[in-house]
């Protein structure tokens, strides 16, 4: 076969002009007063104290990246420094201006007019500062951030690696997201918190005046009421599902202060259903088909080029006929987590990894059959570090209906005191699934059993006392030379050399291996993985995101039938 019968190329008509970097960064918590500060600033790098100008790099991309004109990394020793001038926006006397920086990995110390005004500590979540006693009025303002990045294993960083190569890739530092500005009442709604059960919701609130009015658009009743608190229920309730992801926006105001935000009705819930317990969605069963998800994008590294290509990404998901994300050891920006609310994808969110890795101690021994964990131990600035880390996390994600199942470690990479964090984790948010210890290195904690398979083959089995989740397995090479990171290197789990090949593998893992373990109580399966990723060509999807190495159509079939033997054995 040539190419044009063996590949099958991606609807990629993505023509919304919506999707951009300059869109409305936070869709949850919106109001009407807000300047985006994307664009190009200017870029240093200090070396002992002194500085030498880069040139203009184009935010809100990494300065690794393609997309930011730069194609520079920090060496030992070396700091950024990122510069811009801005206006203030028109405000009035009592009002607040605040600074808003989507993530700043690691380390950022943030200047307004050469003045110190905070630090941050932490690569992957969104800060704010109130700069308004900071800025002068009428006049350009200078904006300088230092940021430090050596890669401290104290600090949660993924899969990132100053020597890339396999199953580790280009590191990025410094500014990744967007920064930007929002105008605020004195007294102002700085968080909502969200919690819907069946068709009640209960929405919280943090910051504002006493009074307030809530109106869920399109539908005519209004509530008002004092407090911090409100719940109220839903007539005639739409429920939230990949099939079906129904959204109700809704204005928050207290006379002074205006949000525009949204919520869904979703429940996620463990039932006994025939002898095995299941995760359910809104009291019905449902079969996790993921993918792994490492949202990597050639030109932008850490972003694609534009928001779009996470609608390219959950599009296809759906398309090939998956209904999940694992989104693995990274936090996206707060759009991405909205595109799967809007059109409708689950996602298993991990929890972002620190402490060292090794190869032998948490890949290999454990890969043939040695369960104890060697080194479960961490210091204890890395504690302190990794709990705050997960804590924010659940917070940045708990509004998002897609959101279900946080991964807190993951092949034992930096486990430590695993049902202690359980513990903390799962009283902060009840309402999520929680697998403590994905692939293996378990202990009593968990709301699932969660198991990796790569070079096995798969004889799975639930216990009847927890849901049992296939969290990792596939990885199956084929790489296409046109569209692949290198010509040269290459890693996956079991290499193929055609397309017709790997339709087959694919075909016999789910239908000869996973559609068996269904019978036998699985409850969901995560392929490796979505899209290549560098040297890791072991995705159904290009890593230019231009080519799907399988048919639709198979992938399609392939999915159906998983439901179909999922939804039998699950009748109650």
Same mark, same amino acid.
């Given at each position: 076969?040539?190419?044009?019968?063996?590949?099958?190329?991606?609807?990629?008509?993505?023509?919304?002009?919506?999707?951009?970097?300059?869109?409305?960064?936070?869709?949850?918590?919106?109001?009407?007063?807000?300047?985006?500060?994307?664009?190009?600033?200017?870029?240093?790098?200090?070396?002992?104290?002194?500085?030498?100008?880069?040139?203009?790099?184009?935010?809100?991309?990494?300065?690794?990246?393609?997309?930011?004109?730069?194609?520079?990394?920090?060496?030992?020793?070396?700091?950024?420094?990122?510069?811009?001038?801005?206006?203030?926006?028109?405000?009035?006397?009592?009002?607040?201006?605040?600074?808003?920086?989507?993530?700043?990995?690691?380390?950022?110390?943030?200047?307004?007019?050469?003045?110190?005004?905070?630090?941050?500590?932490?690569?992957?979540?969104?800060?704010?500062?109130?700069?308004?006693?900071?800025?002068?009025?009428?006049?350009?303002?200078?904006?300088?951030?230092?940021?430090?990045?050596?890669?401290?294993?104290?600090?949660?960083?993924?899969?990132?690696?100053?020597?890339?190569?396999?199953?580790?890739?280009?590191?990025?530092?410094?500014?990744?997201?967007?920064?930007?500005?929002?105008?605020?009442?004195?007294?102002?709604?700085?968080?909502?918190?969200?919690?819907?059960? @069946?068709? *009640? !919701?209960?929405?919280?609130?943090?910051?504002?005046?006493?009074?307030?009015? /809530?109106?869920?658009?399109?539908? =005519? $009743?209004?509530?008002?009421?004092?407090?911090?608190?409100?719940?109220?229920?839903?007539?005639?309730?739409?429920?939230?599902?990949?099939?079906?992801?129904?959204?109700?926006?809704?204005?928050?105001?207290?006379?002074?202060?205006?949000?525009?935000?949204?919520?869904?009705?979703?429940?996620?819930?463990?039932?006994?259903?025939?002898?095995?317990?299941?995760?359910?969605?809104?009291?019905?069963?449902?079969?996790?088909?993921?993918?792994?998800?490492?949202?990597?994008?050639?030109?932008?590294?850490?972003?694609?080029?534009?928001?779009?290509?996470?609608?390219?990404?959950?599009?296809?998901?759906?398309?090939?006929?998956?209904?999940?994300?694992?989104?693995?050891?990274?936090?996206?920006?707060?759009?991405?987590?909205?595109?799967?609310?809007?059109? @409708?994808? *689950? !996602?298993?969110?991990?929890?972002?990894?620190?402490?060292?890795?090794?190869? /032998?101690?948490?890949?290999?021994? =454990? $890969?043939?059959?040695?369960?104890?964990?060697?080194?479960?131990?961490?210091?204890?600035?890395?504690?302190?570090?990794?709990?705050?880390?997960?804590?924010?996390?659940?917070?940045?994600?708990?509004?998002?209906?897609?959101?279900?199942?946080?991964?807190?470690?993951?092949?034992?990479?930096?486990?430590?005191?695993?049902?202690?964090?359980?513990?903390?984790?799962?009283?902060?948010?009840?309402?999520?699934?929680?697998?403590?210890?994905?692939?293996?290195?378990?202990?009593?904690?968990?709301?699932?059993?969660?198991?990796?398979?790569?070079?096995?083959?798969?004889?799975?089995?639930?216990?009847?006392?927890?849901?049992?989740?296939?969290?990792?397995?596939?990885?199956?090479?084929?790489?296409?030379?046109?569209?692949?990171?290198?010509?040269?290197?290459?890693?996956?789990?079991?290499?193929?050399?055609?397309?017709?090949?790997?339709?087959?593998?694919?075909?016999?893992?789910?239908?000869?291996?996973?559609?068996?373990?269904?019978?036998?109580?699985?409850?969901?399966?995560?392929?490796?993985?979505?899209?290549?990723?560098?040297?890791?060509?072991?995705?159904?999807?290009?890593?230019?995101?231009?080519?799907?190495?399988?048919?639709?159509?198979?992938?399609?079939?392939?999915?159906?039938?998983?439901?179909?033997?999922?939804?039998?054995?699950?009748?109650?």
């Amino acid at each position: 076969m040539d190419k044009k019968e063996t590949f099958k190329k991606l609807d990629t008509d993505f023509t919304d002009n919506n999707y951009s970097w300059n869109a409305h960064p936070r869709p949850q918590l919106k109001r009407d007063n807000y300047t985006v500060l994307n664009g190009e600033w200017d870029l240093s790098i200090i070396q002992k104290n002194s500085a030498t100008y880069l040139g203009k790099i184009t935010m809100p991309f990494p300065p690794e990246s393609d997309l930011s004109n730069i194609c520079k990394t920090l060496n030992k020793g070396e700091k950024f420094l990122y510069k811009t001038t801005f206006l203030p926006p028109s405000f009035s006397l009592g009002e607040k201006v605040i600074l808003h920086f989507g993530a700043v990995d690691q380390i950022a110390d943030i200047y307004i007019n050469d003045r110190l005004i905070s630090s941050h500590i932490g690569g992957y979540l969104p800060f704010s500062i109130d700069i308004t006693e900071r800025i002068l009025i009428g006049k350009q303002n200078d904006i300088s951030v230092i940021v430090t990045d050596e890669l401290n294993t104290n600090i949660p960083y993924g899969k990132q690696s100053k020597k890339r190569g396999g199953m580790w890739y280009t590191a990025t530092c410094g500014i990744w997201q967007t920064v930007w500005l929002e105008v605020v009442p004195k007294e102002y709604f700085s968080y909502l918190s969200i919690t819907t059960n @069946g068709n *009640l !919701v209960t929405i919280n609130t943090l910051g504002g005046k006493a009074n307030k009015t /809530l109106k869920i658009i399109g539908i =005519p $009743t209004t509530f008002s009421y004092s407090g911090d608190s409100i719940t109220f229920s839903v007539e005639n309730p739409i429920f939230w599902s990949p099939d079906s992801p129904h959204l109700y926006d809704f204005t928050l105001s207290d006379g002074t202060d205006l949000v525009y935000s949204y919520f869904a009705l979703r429940d996620i819930s463990v039932q006994e259903i025939n002898g095995y317990k299941y995760i359910c969605l809104n009291d019905k069963p449902i079969f996790f088909n993921a993918l792994l998800d490492q949202g990597y994008f050639p030109d932008g590294i850490y972003l694609p080029s534009s928001p779009q290509g996470y609608v390219q990404d959950v599009l296809n998901a759906k398309k090939l006929g998956f209904n999940t994300l694992r989104k693995h050891a990274k936090i996206e920006p707060d759009l991405f987590y909205y595109y799967c609310d809007k059109l @409708g994808i *689950l !996602v298993m969110q991990d929890m972002v990894n620190s402490g060292k890795y090794n190869f /032998l101690l948490d890949t290999a021994l =454990p $890969t043939i059959g040695v369960k104890r964990q060697p080194r479960p131990f961490a210091n204890k600035l890395r504690k302190t570090i990794f709990l705050k880390h997960c804590s924010e996390t659940i917070k940045f994600l708990h509004n998002h209906p897609c959101v279900v199942y946080y991964t807190i470690f993951n092949e034992g990479w930096g486990q430590f005191n695993a049902d202690n964090v359980y513990e903390i984790l799962k009283q902060q948010d009840s309402t999520k699934i929680f697998d403590t210890t994905s692939g293996w290195f378990k202990k009593s904690k968990s709301d699932v059993d969660s198991k990796h398979v790569y070079f096995k083959k798969l004889k799975l089995k639930a216990n009847g006392k927890k849901p049992l989740i296939l969290s990792e397995f596939g990885g199956y090479s084929y790489k296409i030379l046109a569209h692949s990171f290198n010509q040269k290197k290459t890693y996956g789990y079991k290499k193929i050399l055609s397309s017709l090949e790997f339709e087959k593998e694919i075909t016999s893992l789910y239908l000869d291996q996973v559609l068996p373990c269904i019978n036998n109580g699985l409850n969901g399966a995560v392929l490796t993985q979505i899209c290549d990723v560098e040297d890791e060509t072991n995705g159904l999807i290009t890593y230019d995101r231009k080519i799907i190495k399988i048919s639709i159509e198979q992938m399609q079939k392939i999915n159906k039938a998983l439901t179909i033997a999922f939804d039998e054995i699950t009748k109650k």
